[in-house]
């Protein structure tokens, strides 16, 4: 695997700070983690496979796939691990490692991924929505395949886009309201392919603050270091599957 993320991860954690400060916590509803990978090499298979995750809580989720397919020498492959972990209901992030695909000799096929997480809370009092996000990819030429799309129900939507560097967006949120916060990334290639391929790392901290507070968001070192080490065992776990 790509150590990129754990080592991002690794770098935000020496920031060392807390999340939150005295607030009315928002009430979690449900959290989702899920990788899905798909793979065609004509006159094979067609495989498809998906790995979720849920909780009505705010529990830590590790989720991991490949989907592999083969015929007369030509290969496609996609694959993909996930994390996330929170350190109260008003702080959390998720990390993406390893997501890509690998086709070679491919003259006709299809691979497809996608990595998605979802965050349903209510927010018990008006508050701000930060995100600190970073996308590294390695072996992509097409500006459409790796960014990630984010949104928050019912207030707005951002896209996120890879090799930028370490960005970050706010958005407002109302006392009483229940919000849906979504990061999804979705791509595919199909064709001939031939030989290709490409592997990006992802991470998402975030924090809600209450409205006209001074703190600003940064990452919690142990919650950090934490899903560094959940996305560690989460490709150990599931490496002697995977192709």
């Known amino acids: 695997m790509s150590n990129k993320l754990i080592s991002t991860l690794s770098v935000l954690a020496l920031a060392g700070m807390v999340s939150t400060s005295a607030q009315a916590l928002p009430t979690p509803v449900q959290t989702e983690l899920s990788v899905y990978t798909q793979a065609y090499a004509a006159g094979g298979d067609f495989v498809g496979n998906y790995d979720p995750a849920w909780t009505t809580g705010i529990a830590p989720m590790a989720v991991g796939t490949s989907a592999y397919s083969e015929s007369n020498g030509a290969t496609a492959n996609s694959f993909g691990f996930g994390a996330s972990n929170f350190s109260d209901s008003a702080a959390g992030a998720v990390g993406f490692s390893a997501l ?35 996308i590294t990819s ?12 984010f949104s928050i129900s019912g207030v ?29 990334g979705d791509w595919s290639a199909e064709g001939a392919l031939g030989t290709q391929g490409f592997s990006e790392d992802a991470s998402f901290v975030w924090n809600i603050t209450p409205t006209g507070s ?18 560690l065992f989460g490709v150990q776990k599931r490496s002697e599957g995977l192709h």
Request: charged share 15%; no cysteine.
């Open 156 to 184: 707005g939507s951002q896209l996120l886009q890879r090799d930028t560097g370490s960005n970050e967006v706010s958005f407002d949120l109302l006392a009483g309201t229940t919000y849906s916060m979504l990061i999804l």
């Open 100 to 134: 890509g695909w690998r086709t070679e000799n491919l003259l006709e096929g299809r691979v497809q991924l996608a990595a998605r997480f979802l965050y349903q809370f209510t927010m018990n009092e008006n508050g701000k929505f930060n995100l600190l996000w970073d």
């Open 214 to 231: 001074s703190q600003v968001p940064e990452p919690n070192g142990l919650l950090l270091l934490g899903l560094s080490l959940a996305l």
């Open 138 to 149: 390695n072996g992509l030429n097409d500006p459409a395949i790796g960014n990630f799309n």
